[in-house]
Each structure stands twice: as structure tokens, then as C-alpha cells.
Nanobody
Framework: QVQLVESGGGLVQAGGSLRLSCVASGRIFSIYAMGWYRQTPGKQRELVARITDRGTTNYADSVKGRFTISRDNTKNTVALQMNSLKPEDTAVYYC??????????WGQGTQVTVSS
């Protein structure tokens, strides 16, 4: 089991920036990929960005060029730098850690609100 704790959410004006951080503990040796997902009421949770243990990244089209995901394997952390934020980025953001085989682990979520 992997435990994940997120931090860094909050309220920001459109065009502003926020940085989300997530620290993993527990069975960290099993982690292959880490990432960020987001969810708004009535919608499915969607991928924002993901990074493997080798540093391979992928992003949702809606955040490409604005968000950057990074990972520090020595500290068991993953971060999401969010720039040029838009009101449509408003959501609860969840940190995720996935093994190569088996179920993913999730953080408790952190609210990001972008005002227009």
C-alpha cells in the first residue's frame, strides 16, 4: 500500500500560477508511474499529467504548454507546476501512484479554484 499526501491547492486568479506537491510513503519501491488527475462535480476523473520512473511524461491536451509535471525519486515526490491557469482548470486535483501491475493509490485531493 502506498500513501499519498497532496499540498498546494488554493484560489488564484485567471492567468496565475499554482504548484501542487505530493509525497508518497509506504511501499514506494512498487511505484512505477505517478501523476495528477482532476475531477469536477458530475464528471469523471480525468488525467492531467503523468510521469514514469524513467521520466517519460504525458499530458492532457488541455494543459500542454501550461502545466509541467516533475518527479524526485530520491524524495518520493511528484509536483505539478500550473501556469496560465484558466477558470476551466477549477477542480479537485488528485495525486496518483501506480505500480506496473495492480491497483493505483490515490491521495485525498486538493481543491484548485481559478477565478475569472
Amino acid at each position: 500500500q502506498v500513501q499519498l499526501v497532496e499540498s498546494g491547492g488554493g484560489l488564484v486568479q485567471a492567468g496565475g500560477s499554482l504548484r501542487l506537491s505530493c509525497v508518497a510513503s509506504g511501499r514506494i519501491f512498487s511505484i512505477y508511474a505517478m501523476g495528477w488527475y482532476r475531477q469536477t462535480p458530475g464528471k469523471q476523473r480525468e488525467l492531467v499529467a503523468r510521469i514514469t520512473d524513467r521520466g517519460t511524461t504525458n499530458y492532457a491536451d488541455s494543459v500542454k504548454g501550461r502545466f509541467t509535471i516533475s518527479r524526485d525519486n530520491t524524495k518520493n515526490t511528484v509536483a505539478l507546476q500550473m501556469n496560465s491557469l484558466k477558470p476551466e482548470d477549477t477542480a479537485v486535483y488528485y495525486c496518483m501512484a501506480a505500480p506496473k501491475v495492480g491497483a493505483s493509490s490515490w491521495g485525498q485531493g486538493t481543491q484548485v479554484t481559478v477565478s475569472s
